[in-house]
C-alpha cells in the first residue's frame, strides 16, 4: 500500500527556515517524480517544487531562491528546505508523487507569523 506521510511543519518567525520531510513506503521515489504543493487557506493549491528520478528540479517562481527540495533514496524520503520564510508562505504543505491515480499525504500546517 503506497503512503505518503509529511512531518516537520509548525510554527516559525518570518526569515526563519523548516526542513519538511515526506516519508514514503510502497514506491520507490529513486524511480518516480516527487513533488511538494501547498494549499494556503481559501485559495488553490498549487506545486511549489518538483524532482524527477533523474534529479532534476523546478520551483514555483514565489520561492525559488528560499526552497530547496531533495531526496534521500536510502531512507525513501523527501526533503523540502524552506528559508527565509514570508507571511505568504503560510499554508498546508502536501507531498505527492503524480503515478496511477496519484498520491497525496496527509499534510503538514506552516504558520509564519511573528
Known amino acids: 500500500q503506497v503512503q505518503l506521510v509529511e512531518s516537520g511543519g509548525g510554527l516559525v518567525q518570518p526569515g526563519g527556515s523548516l526542513r519538511l520531510s515526506c516519508a514514503v513506503s510502497?514506491?520507490?521515489?529513486?524511480?518516480?517524480?516527487m513533488g511538494w504543493y501547498r494549499q494556503a487557506y481559501g485559495k488553490e493549491r498549487e506545486l511549489v517544487a518538483a524532482i524527477r528520478s533523474g534529479g532534476s528540479t523546478n520551483y514555483a517562481d514565489s520561492v525559488k531562491g528560499r526552497f530547496t527540495i531533495s531526496r534521500d533514496n536510502a531512507k525513501n524520503t523527501v526533503y523540502l528546505q524552506m528559508n527565509s520564510l514570508k507571511p505568504e508562505d503560510t499554508a498546508v504543505y502536501y507531498c505527492?508523487?503524480?503515478?496511477?491515480?496519484?498520491?497525496w499525504g496527509q499534510g503538514t500546517q506552516v504558520t509564519v507569523s511573528s
Open positions: 510502497g514506491i520507490s521515489i529513486s524511480i518516480n517524480p
Open positions: 505527492q508523487c503524480p503515478i496511477g491515480f496519484g498520491y
